[in-house]
């Protein structure tokens, strides 16, 4: 059975749980303690020498970067409708996939980390810089968005997933996306049974 490591307050790790869950894939998920600095011990440093989650392991196979995970998975299980092969889907979910690592994914980390996870030892500064930043990459978003439903069509892939799960992650800081497309997409990706399992329980 796969083994996952992963923090229910990571965009990261999330991502490849709904993915998990919505295909009913089996797995056993691993709890990182990040707060108490597990990642940064030598047992999980073996496994994921970047400290960071999400890693999955398949028995030999160890993976680390949630979107290798995401398309790992999909290949495996046949997941074609996750995953399109068709050139031009595959190209939107590609697009998407690298989109959300390079363009947004910084940004989401400077907000949530400083305005959130480091308290008062977080760096305003560089949370409002990144807050002012992400409006233009929320702008792309919404204008993509006014010309289709999901991502790569008319049903959700694994860009989807991974782009939602971060903008999830926004709103433990309030500060996600209001604009008309994207909480119309927001609100179809956050039905998914499989990416409600994968939200933190607070
Ligand atoms: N590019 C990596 C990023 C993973 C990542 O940033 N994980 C965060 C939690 S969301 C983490 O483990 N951070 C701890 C650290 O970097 O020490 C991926 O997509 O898996």
Not at 15 to 43: P, T
Not at 46 to 72: C, F, M, W
Not at 123 to 150: H, N, V
Request: aromatic residues 10%; proline residues 5%.
């Amino acid at each position: 059975m796969y083994q996952l490591y992963s923090f229910p307050f990571s965009q990261h790790s999330r991502r490849v749980i709904s993915l998990l869950e919505q295909a009913g894939i089996e797995y056993e998920n691993h709890q990182v303690d990040m707060i108490n600095g597990e990642h940064m011990q030598a047992a999980y440093l073996a496994i994921n020498p970047n400290h960071q989650v999400p890693t999955l392991i398949d028995s030999g196979t160890k993976i680390h970067e949630s979107n290798a995970i995401l398309r790992y998975l999909c290949i495996k299980h046949e997941l074609s409708q996750w995953y399109p092969q068709q050139p031009d889907l595959l190209a939107r979910v590609e697009q998407w996939l690298d989109w959300t690592q390079c363009q947004l994914s910084p940004l989401v980390i400077a907000i949530v980390l400083n305005r959130v996870f480091l308290g008062d030892d977080g760096d305003k500064q560089a949370a409002d810089e990144a807050a002012m930043k992400i409006q233009s990459r929320f702008g792309i978003m919404e204008s993509y968005l006014a010309g289709t439903q999901f991502l790569a069509g008319d049903t959700p892939t694994i860009a989807d997933l991974a782009l939602a799960s971060s903008v999830f992650q926004l709103s433990l800081a309030d500060a996600s996306p209001q604009t008309p497309n994207i909480l119309r997409w927001y609100q179809a990706v956050e039905a998914l049974p499989g990416f409600q399992k994968s939200l933190p329980k607070t």
